[in-house]
């Protein structure tokens, strides 16, 4: 439910003319991670390529790399 808000809020945004900043797409993402909609996560990434700046893209991709690490260390602890 979260993550079906947050990707609304992302399209009305494109819709408005506005362009969403990391914070607009790091909610959206996380509401999809933590909804279990991975997959949707990751079109939310694949989008930034499209409509974003550089600066945007690359705080972003710094900001995912960091939650995929987390998972990593979280599953691997699990493991052991």
Not at 53 to 72: C, D, E, P, Q, W
């Amino acid at each position: 439910a979260m993550h079906r808000e947050a990707v609304a809020l992302l399209s009305e945004m494109f819709e408005r003319g506005l362009e969403p900043d990391v914070i607009s797409y790091n909610s959206a993402i996380s509401a999809c991670q933590k909804g279990g909609q991975h997959e949707r996560a990751l079109q939310v990434c694949v989008c930034t390529r499209l409509t974003s700046s550089r600066a945007t893209r690359v705080a972003l991709y710094v900001s995912v790399f960091g939650i995929v690490n987390k998972h990593k260390r979280m599953h691997a602890h699990m493991a052991n």
